[in-house]
Nanobody, 127 residues
Framework: QVHMEDAGGGLVQAGGSLRLSCAAS????????MGWFRQASGKERDFVAA????????YYTDSVKGRFTISRNNAENTVYLQMNSLKPEDTAVYYC????????????????????WGQGTQVTVSS
């Protein structure tokens, strides 16, 4: 049974940092792109960042560029999201996801390209 465990969320003041992790078990995801999405209260789930299956390429939504860094450790079947200079508008539940393919046909940004999801971890940034 495949399981993806999101962790690392919490309450932090604006300007602070958090590091999210996503540990997968039940199968390897080293041959798939991985992504992070977030969902604020009352809003849709939005793309945050993605990383290619090789780890060579990273993709970010504009609002987090220069502040967030996605990385992966295929040997440990784990994906990370380092979040710096956090802002109140970053407050959301963050979900990691594994793509259906090595290279998502519909693009890294679409939730439809991902078929395994973590349970989510709450990130709250106070002003």
């Amino acid at each position: 049974q495949v399981h993806m465990e999101d962790a690392g969320g919490g309450l932090v003041q604006a300007g602070g940092s958090l590091r999210l992790s996503c540990a997968a078990s039940g199968r390897t995801f080293s041959d798939r792109a991985m992504g992070w999405f977030r969902q604020a209260s009352g809003k849709e789930r939005d793309f945050v960042a993605a990383i290619s299956w090789t780890g060579r390429n990273q993709y970010y939504t504009d609002s987090v560029k220069g502040r967030f860094t996605i990385s992966r450790n295929n040997a440990e079947n784990t994906v990370y999201l380092q979040m710096n200079s956090l802002k109140p508008e970053d407050t959301a539940v963050y979900y990691c996801a594994a793509a259906r393919l090595r290279v998502p046909v519909g693009g890294y940004y679409s939730p439809r390209e991902y078929d395994f999801w973590g349970q989510g971890t709450q990130v709250t940034v106070s002003s």
